[in-house]
T-cell receptor, first 112, second 113 residues
Framework: QKEVEQNSGPLSVPEGAIASLNCTYS??????FFWYRQYSGKSPELIMS????GDKEDGRFTAQLNKASQYVSLLIRDSQPSDSATYLC????????????FGAGTRLFVKA | DAGVTQSPTHLIKTRGQHVTLRCSPI?????VSWYQQVLGQGPQFIFQ???????GRGNFPDRFSARQFPNYSSELNVNALLLGDSALYLC????????????FGPGTRLTVL
């Protein structure tokens, strides 16, 4: 089992719709989770972090964390064509030294 | 303030050669992590350095090594390059080893022929 799993997609949504991106993780020790956006040929750009169970909202983005189910999600409201990118879920861990595990990413296409 | 900087932007090497990649963190950040990202995959953790000491190591062979300097900049060295080392190498800056929020540099695209 991969430590951080994401549906590779592609996920296609129409402009203005809600895009829902999901991530599951296997290390119950992980306390924080991050979503990054990566445009083709560019480096990852931090979107949001979440540490506590529940929802965290920042503009059009909402991150959701359920530690019991080991599940993290990212909702993008009013999706725009400029949101078309790969979205990476990341889970840092300090067990046995620091490391961050990234999922393979979900490709999102927002159709105008 | 400048963000994370990396050099060079692109690099072409042949099998068996050695390469050195460089990274400067955000001003005030003391920790640097290195990642390898192969096309179509997420970044794979290689190393984390904090205060010039290695604080984390990923599952990479000993051909990969790194170090951090007193000004918190860092180098990643890869010896005996293989075709499979072709990838985007990313450097991420964090405030310290206890802070998980990472900010990435633009990356170095390494091609091994």
């Amino acid at each position: 089992q991969k430590e951080v799993e994401q549906n590779s997609g592609p996920l296609s949504v129409p402009e203005g719709a809600i895009a829902s991106l999901n991530c599951t993780y296997s290390d119950r020790v992980s306390q924080s989770f991050f979503w990054y956006r990566q445009y083709s040929g560019k480096s990852p750009e931090l979107i949001m972090s979440i540490y506590s169970n529940g929802d965290k909202e920042d503009g059009r983005f909402t991150a959701q964390l359920n530690k019991a189910s080991q599940y993290v999600s990212l909702l993008i409201r009013d999706s725009q064509p400029s949101d078309s990118a790969t979205y990476l879920c990341a889970a840092p861990t300090h067990t046995g030294g620091f490391k961050t595990i990234f999922g393979a990413g979900t490709r999102l296409f927002v159709k105008a | 303030d400048a963000g994370v900087t990396q050099s060079p932007t692109h690099l072409i090497k042949t099998r068996g050669q050695h390469v050195t990649l460089r990274c400067s963190p955000i001003s005030g950040h003391k920790s640097v992590s290195w990642y390898q990202q192969v096309l179509g995959q997420g970044p794979q953790f290689i190393f984390q350095y904090y205060e010039k000491e290695e604080r984390g190591r990923g599952n990479f062979p000993d051909r990969f090594s790194a170090r951090q300097f007193p000004n918190y900049s860092s180098e990643l060295n890869v010896n005996a390059l293989l075709l499979g080392d072709s990838a985007l190498y990313l450097c991420a800056s964090t405030l310290d080893t206890f802070t998980d929020t990472q900010y990435f540099g633009p990356g170095t695209r390494l091609t091994v022929l």
